[in-house]
């Protein structure tokens, strides 16, 4: 027990917490992202589809997980953050270069995770808990989402504020994916370029499903 504790507390530890906990929000961005597809399919399939992930208890053990999983990830973020600061100040720092030189969304991962935070809780507020409209699908009453989703886009400034609070997602994406390799200690120089390939197009995948919807709403529907 003692082990397990001082494994967790190690660097190593909470790289390793940070690593478990951004896989379960890895999966699920890509998920909602995927289900937020429906818009395109139309408001009767895109309410049918919210109606049937809320409907059931599961959904309450489903945002308990995320809800965990977050705190855990901003948590250890903090901790790695301000233990990487203490160490780089108490010994001489030498700028990397070439291929060892850090990315731009690497050295700002504190930033951007901060933004996307605030971020999440105005979304939640937004949509989650925002005006609740109510639809008849095939004499089923459900909440008409699809409405609130329409009525937030056409809103130029909640476009802009959305489509960069999704940049930022996608460069902490794009990096993060590429760090749960090593903290899983399955990186190796091997497979690093393939890695970090798979973490771009991950990245690029997800904030493109996302942006498509605001730019859809706004300009197209």
Sequence with gaps: ???????LTSTVGMKFI???SGLIWVGFVMAHMLGNLLLFVGAEAYNSYSHALTSGNIIY??????LFSLCSHVLMGLRLTIKNKIAK??????????EKKTT??????????????????YHL???KFGTYYTVNVHGTEMRDIYRLVVEVFSQ????VGYSICVLLLTAHLSHGVISLFQSFGIKNRAHDKKIKLLGLIYAFIVGGGF???????????
């Design 104 to 121: 731009w969304a690497s050295r700002t991962m504190i930033l951007h995770g901060t933004i996307i935070l605030f971020f999440i809780v």
């Design 1 to 7: 027990m003692v082990r397990k504790l001082c494994f």
């Design 18 to 20: 940070m690593g478990a």
């Design 211 to 221: 942006l498509a919807q605001p730019i859809y709403v706004y300009f197209l529907n």
């Design 61 to 66: 053990l489903a945002e308990g997980a995320l």
């Design 125 to 127: 507020i937004t949509f």
């Design 156 to 159: 130029p400034g909640f476009v």
């Design 89 to 98: 100040g108490s010994r001489y720092h030498v700028q990397a270069t070439g």
